[in-house]
């Protein structure tokens, strides 16, 4: 087990609505980075934050946002939910120097209907 | 497009047998490679790394191998295992300090 920890572990919503998923790093990691994983597919980065700041994001649109916390843990918002957002969402976190290696939570399966 | 792709959607091997799972990349700038294992209704594990300036690196019962002429990586898993059947990714880590950029993943499949 990496100590990375995701809450909830399942969740279905509808379209349009809104969507909170929750990431706790590994004790002493202060980046977290939040990833998307569609059935068949390896995961597609959203964004990393690093010390409670964005710190690089890949092509996903700006009602994918997220937040990191004093403690390092962090939250990936998604607004307006469309059917494709339906996946698993990971979270990795690494260690105190860039460019460390990620290692991820078991992940949230949102499934939007 | 992704600079890191995988030659086979799947692989089945002998149980007992060596695995060698391959991956192509596309940037000769790349300087950091990661092999993830991810097992069903898991997260990627992380199994092994190795950077630029090596060409192979062991760990325990896998060994990376890394040829930067041909843009190449090798993933081999000696004496396979049922517990080894997975998805198999190689992922880039281009900057060393953002996002892994992950192949489609390679399923290796174990007979009996």
């Known amino acids: 087990e990496t100590g990375v920890t995701q809450s909830p572990t399942h969740l279905i919503k509808t379209r349009g609505q809104q969507v909170t998923l929750r990431c706790s790093s590994q004790?002493?990691?202060?980046?977290v980075s939040w990833y998307q994983q569609a059935l068949g597919q390896g995961p597609q980065f959203i964004f990393q934050?690093?010390?409670?700041?964005?710190?690089g994001r890949g092509n996903f649109p700006p009602r994918f946002s997220g937040l990191q916390f004093p403690n390092y843990s962090s939250e990936l918002n998604v607004n307006a939910l469309e059917l494709d957002d339906s996946a698993l969402y990971l979270c990795?976190?690494?260690?105190?120097?860039?460019?460390?290696?990620?290692?991820f939570g078991p992940g949230t399966r949102l499934l939007v209907l | 497009g992704e600079s890191v792709g995988l030659h086979l959607p799947t692989l089945s091997v002998q149980e007992g047998d060596n695995s060698i799972i391959n991956c192509a990349y596309s940037n000769s700038a790349s300087d950091y490679f990661i092999w993830y294992k991810q097992e069903s209704g898991k997260g990627p594990q992380f199994i092994i790394d190795?950077?630029?300036?090596?060409d192979k690196r062991q760990g325990q019962r896998v060994t990376v191998l890394l040829n930067k002429t041909v843009k190449h990586l090798s993933l081999q898993i000696a004496a396979t295992q049922p517990g080894d059947s997975a998805v198999y990714f190689c992922?880039?880590?281009?900057?060393?300090?953002?996002?892994?950029?992950f192949g489609k993943g390679t399923r290796l499949h174990i007979l009996p």
């Open positions: 934050y690093y010390r409670e700041e964005e710190n």
């Open positions: 992922a880039e880590n281009m900057n060393r300090d953002d996002k892994i950029i």
């Open positions: 990795a976190s690494s260690g105190q120097q860039m460019g460390e290696t990620q290692y």
């Open positions: 004790s002493g990691h202060n980046t």
């Open positions: 190795i950077r630029s300036n090596m």
